[in-house]
C-alpha cells in the first residue's frame, strides 16, 4: 500500500477497532446494565465486525471467507439493535419482553443454521446473491422502523430544535450516522457509488469520534452512559411553565379529557413536544404521573357538572368527562376528592 491508503486504512480502521473496544467494555462492564445498554453494545459490535470486514476485504480481496460470512452475519443484526434501542431507551424497558426473546432468537438462530448449512466458503455464489439481498432489505427496513419509533424526536428537531434534551440529541446523532453507514453500504451494494464502500468505516470512525466529542464538551461525562441514561435534570421553570400554558390549553379548549382512550402521546403531539419530555414535566415539575394528571382534571370538571348542572345524573357526568364506566369515575372520584360524588353533591348545597 502507497502512504495515501495506509492512511484511509488506518482512519477507516480506527473507528471499528474504538467501536469493537467499547461495545466489549459496556458488556463486561461491572456495571450494572439496563436493557438499552445491552443494545447499544450489540450495536456497536455488529457495525465494528461489518466495518472491520469492509475495511480489510477492501485492501484485500483473499480475506479468508470465514471473516467475509463473520462481517455479513454481524450486519444482520445491525438493524435489529438500532430498533430495539430506540424502543427500550425511549419507553424505559429493561426487562427483555418474551415476544423480543422470540425475535432475537429467530435472528440467532438464522444466522447459526445458515452459518452452517451454508457457509461462505463453500457457498459464495449464494451468499453474494439471495443471502446479501435479505441482510441488506431488512437492515434499511429496521433503519425505516427506527425513524418510526423516534418521530416524536424527529418532529421536535424541525419543530422546536431548542427543547431537545441532551440524550435527544445523542438519539438523532446516533440515529442519523446509521442511516448514512447505511445509505453507504447500500449504494455500494447496489452498484449505484461502489467507490462509497470504503466511506461507511471512514464515516464510522469521523462520528464515533464526533460522539465523544459533543459529549465531552457539552456534559464534560461519560457519553455512552449518556445515550441510555433517562434525562434526569429538571426543565427550566421558563420553559416548563410555557409547557404547562399550552398544555392546559390544549386540555381545556380541546376537550382531551373527555376522550376515555387518551394516551400521554396524543397529548405530547397536540402541544409539539415529545412523550419523554412531557412525562418529564409532569413528574419532575408538576410530581404527578400522566393519568394522575387526567384523573384530577377530569374530576374537577366534574365537579363543576355536578354544582351546575343539577339535571345530570352522576353516571352522565361520568360519562362526560372521559370515564366509560360508572364505576372507574366513582373510583377516581374518591381517590382525587377523598368523598362520592352524592356526598360531594350534597356538601356543596348545604353551605349555601
Known amino acids: 500500500m502507497n502512504i495515501g491508503q495506509q492512511i484511509l486504512f488506518f482512519v477507516s480502521s480506527l473507528g471499528a477497532f474504538n467501536g469493537l473496544v467499547i461495545s466489549l467494555y459496556l458488556f463486561f462492564s461491572r456495571r450494572k446494565k439496563t436493557l438499552p445498554t445491552i443494545f447499544l453494545s450489540i450495536l456497536l459490535l455488529a457495525l465494528s465486525l461489518r466495518v472491520i470486514k469492509a475495511v480489510f476485504y477492501y485492501f484485500d480481496h483473499s480475506l479468508p471467507k470465514i471473516y467475509v460470512q463473520i462481517g455479513l452475519s454481524a450486519c444482520f443484526l445491525i438493524g435489529p439493535a438500532l430498533y430495539y434501542f430506540f424502543r427500550s431507551a425511549l419507553q424505559n424497558i429493561n426487562v427483555l419482553p418474551a415476544s423480543w426473546k422470540w425475535v432475537w432468537g429467530g435472528l440467532l438462530g438464522s444466522l447459526l443454521i445458515t452459518g452452517i448449512l451454508i457457509p461462505y466458503q463453500t457457498y459464495p455464489v449464494i451468499w453474494k446473491g439471495p443471502i446479501v439481498t435479505v441482510i441488506y432489505c431488512q437492515w434499511m427496513i429496521y433503519v425505516v422502523a427506527a425513524g418510526f419509533v423516534l418521530k416524536d424526536v424527529l418532529k421536535t428537531l424541525f419543530v422546536n430544535p431548542g427543547v431537545l434534551t441532551e440524550t435527544e440529541k445523542f438519539w438523532l446523532l446516533l440515529y442519523g450516522s446509521n442511516c448514512a453507514i447505511c445509505l453507504l453500504f447500500q449504494l455500494s451494494w447496489a452498484r449505484i457509488a461502489t467507490y462509497l464502500y470504503i466511506t461507511g468505516p471512514v464515516l464510522l470512525s469521523v462520528l464515533l469520534y464526533v460522539i465523544i466529542f459533543f459529549y465531552i464538551r457539552g456534559k464534560k461525562k461519560d457519553p455512552i452512559r449518556l445515550a441510555v441514561k433517562t434525562e434526569k435534570k429538571k426543565i427550566a421553570d421558563t420553559d416548563a411553565n410555557t409547557w404547562i400554558e399550552k398544555l392546559e390549553k390544549a386540555i381545556h379548549d380541546k376537550k382531551l379529557y373527555q376522550d376515555p382512550n387518551i394516551k400521554l402521546h396524543d397529548v405530547a403531539k397536540q402541544i409539539n413536544i415529545t412523550p419523554h419530555q412531557l412525562s418529564q414535566l409532569l413528574n419532575d415539575n408538576l410530581g404527578k404521573s400522566f393519568s394522575t ?52 353533591k350534597e356538601k356543596v348545597f348545604d353551605n349555601q
Open 293 to 344: 394528571y387526567i384523573n384530577e382534571y377530569r374530576i374537577q370538571e366534574a365537579c363543576k357538572l355536578i354544582t351546575t348542572n343539577t339535571h345530570l345524573t352522576f353516571e352522565a357526568i361520568g360519562y362526560e368527562v372521559g370515564y366509560n364506566s360508572k364505576s372507574t369515575f366513582y373510583a377516581a372520584f374518591r381517590k382525587v376528592t377523598d368523598t362520592t360524588p352524592a356526598l360531594y
